[in-house]
């Protein structure tokens, strides 16, 4: 298949494409450059660039991969508007299906295939002192097993992050938390790993074939934390409720005292 993959969630833009060769095998090219704030603006001719240097054409591809989060709120939403948008106008308007892949899960299989690690505690910076993490299983002839329920799949402080003996944890928080993430897990078992777009490509042909594909219009994001800022009414509440909390100064107009 002609697939075009992309990952926008972490500070590192990741694209790939790749497309069979005359032999059977699958050539893929493959380019990282700086994400976050960047992303939006150096994704579509990235992916322009990548897809001429295949020899392919947005009438070319058969579907859009993307990672669909956890990950940064604005790279999420970058990276599902630009699959949306692409697939609905691939191959002369007629649209191709997307597949939206967890970044967790491109973390593990990242780990795997960069550390050889088949048992996976992925895990990614959510800044505001917590990491997302989820967690994976790899077994031969079936692939990636997710954890059961009960299990990791969530939001956690560093410290509270739990890794049972025999797993690795893989991701970028390490880098954030130090030893602050997974407290008493040897620094070995600590490997560094990005959702990156070869990892989603590998991924791609099981998740297809388990139906994973949607129409363009299913190009949506996973959050994991509702939110990151309050709105306006929120903060304004807020202020009203904590000076309804602060009890009058005897005698004069009440007085709020802070202290360092």
């Not at 994400?35 to 054409?57: F, K, N």
């Not at 009058?248 to 360092?260: F, I």
């Amino acid at each position: 298949m002609h697939l075009l993959a992309f990952d926008t969630s972490t500070d590192t833009l990741s694209i790939a494409v790749q497309r069979p060769a005359a032999d059977g095998a699958v050539q893929t090219w493959e380019r990282s450059a700086p994400g976050g704030a960047q992303a939006s603006a150096g994704l579509l001719p990235a992916i322009r660039g990548m897809l001429a240097e295949a020899g392919l054409s947005f009438d070319t591809l058969d579907a859009i991969v993307f990672g669909r989060g956890p990950g940064s709120f604005t790279g999420l939403r970058t990276a599902c508007s630009v699959a949306q948008g692409l697939a609905f106008g691939a191959r002369g308007g007629q649209g191709v299906p997307v597949l939206p892949v967890d970044t967790l899960l491109a973390v593990a299989e990242e780990a795997r295939a960069a550390h050889g690690c088949t048992r996976v505690v992925a895990v990614l910076d959510a800044r505001m002192d917590e990491v997302y993490a989820a967690r994976y299983a790899w077994e031969a002839g079936t692939g990636w097993q997710a954890a059961q329920e009960g299990d990791a799949f969530g939001l956690y402080a560093p410290e509270a992050l739990a890794v049972p003996e025999g797993y690795a944890v893989a991701g970028n928080a390490r880098a954030a938390y130090g030893e602050r993430l997974a407290p008493g897990v040897p620094a070995a078992a600590h490997v560094s790993a990005l959702p990156t777009a070869a990892a989603l490509l590998r991924l791609a042909p099981a998740l297809l074939a388990a139906g994973g594909a949607v129409p363009a219009a299913g190009a949506l994001p996973r959050y994991v934390r509702d939110k990151v800022a309050q709105t306006t009414a929120e903060r304004a509440a807020a202020r009203e409720a904590a000076a309804a909390a602060v009890p009058p100064s005897a005698g004069g107009p009440s007085s709020v005292s802070s202290q360092a």
